[in-house]
Antibody, heavy 122, light 113 residues
Framework: QEQLVESGGGVVQPGRSLRLSCAGS????????MHWARQAPGKGLEWVAV????????DYADSVKGRFTISRDNSKNTLYLQMSTLRAEDTALYYC???????????????WGQGTLVTVSS | DIVMTQSPDSLAVFLGERATFNCTSS????????????LAWYQQKPGQPPKLLIY???TRESGVPDRFSGSGSGTDFTLTISSLQAEDVAVYYC?????????FGQGTRLEIK
């Protein structure tokens, strides 16, 4: 069955960098757009970034544009999120999710990982 | 960006009774060329990731019990649980995928009365 497993979270100081990974299995990873979304403690869901199935296009939320980079390695069935210049407000549980039907960069998200926690604190 | 607004913020319903969630978008998410509403609903139980329940505003995801149903068009949408079960306690989110960035409502928390 479809599975997404995130890793790479942790505690990081403001201004520093961190890279998250998401390993997909149980489906043909290279056929799907993949997303990152986040959820601050006790808060709602916020979409972060998307990458097309072949990696040809990417899109970002304004809140992370210029600081975060989404990428993928289809040979390893793995999605990445490189986060730089981290801020306290980036503290959240970061989920990777598979795009179901997509209209351009906009998809509903049909499978989600369990998430990896990023805490930005000095 | 399309703003999604859910109401109420929280809801308490007796077991076996109907629960109704509302979601309004700041602009229509109905795509006229295919007559589809680009609206999804998710359920998030405590300590778990969101789970897709409904897409195209009214299509149930595989495996979702038929007590869950979605309706509405344009800017106003409803998720209904016809007969509340204890395992339905969760936060429910709507999401539009009509345009980028995809956006979520703030969520409605469902509790047992």
């Amino acid at each position: 069955q479809e599975q997404l497993v995130e890793s790479g979270g942790g505690v990081v100081q403001p201004g520093r960098s961190l890279r998250l990974s998401c390993a997909g299995s149980g489906f043909t990873f290279s056929r799907y757009a993949m997303h990152w979304a986040r959820q601050a403690p006790g808060k709602g869901l916020e979409w972060v970034a998307v990458i097309w199935s072949d990696g040809s296009n990417k899109d970002y939320a304004d809140s992370v544009k210029g600081r975060f980079t989404i990428s993928r390695d289809n040979s390893k069935n793995t999605l990445y999120l490189q986060m730089s210049t981290l801020r306290a407000e980036d503290t959240a549980l970061y989920y990777c999710a598979r795009g179901g039907y997509c209209s351009g960069a906009s998809c509903y998200l049909d499978y989600w990982g369990q998430g990896t926690l990023v805490t930005v604190s000095s | 960006d399309i703003v999604m607004t859910q109401s109420p913020d929280s809801l308490a319903v007796f077991l076996g009774e109907r629960a109704t969630f509302n979601c309004t978008s700041s602009q229509s998410v109905l795509y006229s060329s295919n007559n589809k509403n680009y609206l999804a609903w998710y359920q998030q139980k405590p300590g778990q990731p969101p789970k897709l329940l409904i897409y195209w505003a009214s299509t149930r995801e595989s495996g979702v019990p038929d007590r869950f149903s979605g309706s509405g068009s344009g800017t106003d949408f409803t998720l209904t649980i016809s007969s509340l079960q204890a395992e339905d306690v969760a936060v429910y989110y709507c999401q539009q995928y009509y345009s980028s960035p995809i956006t979520f409502g703030q969520g409605t928390r469902l509790e047992i009365k």
